[in-house]
């Protein structure tokens, strides 16, 4: 059998009807759309968190105070609430430790702020001149603390654009203009750059000031809620971990490394966490959706075996004048497979515009590749061959007597 007389059969057999054709490829083109909607959701996921991770900084560690190791479990005193790690310490490190780059203390906690009749309760973080470079933090207007700020104890303040917003208007330059923390006034000197995100915890929602400030005026104490650490590569990440482990284990006494009064998050090793779950998620996603293409490969079988009843004196017609059986199976099984490839094409346009209607409308970051474009086409194709077998090894099998007696 020619190809193009293969083509004109699946055509006409299509066609001629029609609503029985357009019902079948509908539930592909679901099946489809699902896949790479829900796939292209669930990468949009995994980018959106690696972005997020990345964008607090590079090749980051944090060593943060208070957690207390037993037996076998870790508990928990705290995180940041605890007085264990001290300006010493980070010292100690930028000092003492190989392979960084630079090293960032760092004093967090929620305060109430005003200015001109208006107030927010943000985050304020004391820190030093390095927090830029090791948190990856740009500044959009004036300037970041500087060293000298923090000899001087001056009460000056780095506005995020969220915090800038909400205490003097959305783009408002409030460089020159007062705040009060915790009844205390700053001068603004300048104004983050955005990140973005939302919420508690927002990068964009904070307020950096001088560590010694903070430390003299809001804490009353020496203690650190956090020592980011940039380390010089990925690569050196557990070298210096481990060095930072040391260090501090010896400065602070503690023999057995399990009794750690401190702890270190390795960024390298959140990252592989989140990406690991978030790309189970995508897999879920894709199995559930996967679930609606099976469906649509059922609904492929009952329609090409009800083609093959229908149309029995045909088959038996074909065979009496010489078509052999791979002929009728080849021409059945392109039928289903032509079903599937058209209900495909039509499935990933509207998963296309799904998972872009998601992005726009629903605030859910979407990520389409050609992978996930490629894996539904091809996955359809396959279930319009599984499927369609049976039906055309049916038709290739019937008897062209028996066919050609069939009312």
Not at 79 to 93: F, K, P, V, W
Not at 195 to 213: A, L, N, V
Not at 320 to 328: L, P, S, W, Y
């Amino acid at each position: 059998m020619l190809i193009s007389d293969l083509f004109e059969e699946n055509f006409f057999a299509i066609i001629s009807n029609k609503a029985r054709s357009s019902l079948t490829i509908l539930g592909i083109v679901i099946g489809v759309g699902s896949v790479v909607a829900m796939v292209s959701i669930g990468q949009g996921t995994t980018v959106s968190i690696q972005q997020s991770i990345q964008s607090i900084g590079s090749n980051l560690l944090t060593v943060s105070p208070g957690a207390q190791r037993g037996t076998g479990m870790e508990i928990s005193a705290g995180r940041g609430s605890s007085q264990t790690l001290t300006q010493e310490d980070s010292d100690a490190i930028e000092e003492g430790v190989s392979l960084i780059n630079a090293v960032a203390p760092e004093v967090s906690k929620r305060y109430q702020i005003t200015a001109k009749g208006t107030n927010t309760n943000t985050t304020v973080d004391g820190t030093v001149s390095s927090y830029t470079q090791v948190k990856n933090l740009g500044v959009d207007m004036g300037v970041f603390i500087s060293d000298q700020d923090a000899t001087n104890f001056s009460k000056v303040a780095v506005l995020g654009p969220t915090t800038r917003d909400d205490l003097f208007g959305e783009g408002a330059d409030p460089i020159g203009q007062k705040i009060k923390i915790n009844k205390i006034e700053f001068t603004v000197v300048g104004v983050a750059t955005a990140k973005g995100g939302t919420g508690f915890g927002s990068q964009d929602d904070r307020i950096y000031i001088p560590i010694s400030t903070a430390q003299r005026f809001l804490t009353g104490n020496n203690s650190l809620s956090d020592i980011n650490i940039q380390v010089q590569n990925e690569k050196n990440m557990s070298d210096v971990q481990d060095q930072v482990t040391a260090l501090l284990l010896a400065r602070h006494n503690i023999s057995d490394p399990l009794q750690a009064d401190f702890s270190i998050m390795n960024q390298a090793d959140i990252l592989d966490t989140l990406s690991s779950v978030s790309g189970t998620l995508t897999l879920l996603l894709g199995a559930i959706a996967g679930i609606s293409l099976v469906v649509g490969g059922i609904g492929i079988m009952n329609m090409m075996l009800t083609t093959v009843t229908e149309r029995t004196k045909e088959i038996g017609l074909r065979k009496a004048i010489g078509a052999k059986n791979k002929d009728i199976s080849l021409q059945f099984l392109s039928e289903a497979t032509t079903l599937t490839f058209v209900g495909g094409i039509i499935g990933i346009g509207l998963g296309w515009v799904a998972s872009i209607a998601v992005s726009r409308f629903g605030g859910i970051a979407t990520s389409v590749s050609i992978t996930s474009i490629l894996l539904a086409f091809g996955v359809s194709g396959l279930i319009g061959i599984i499927f369609g077998y049976y039906p055309a090894r049916r038709a290739a099998l019937l008897n062209p007597i028996e066919a050609l007696r069939y009312e």
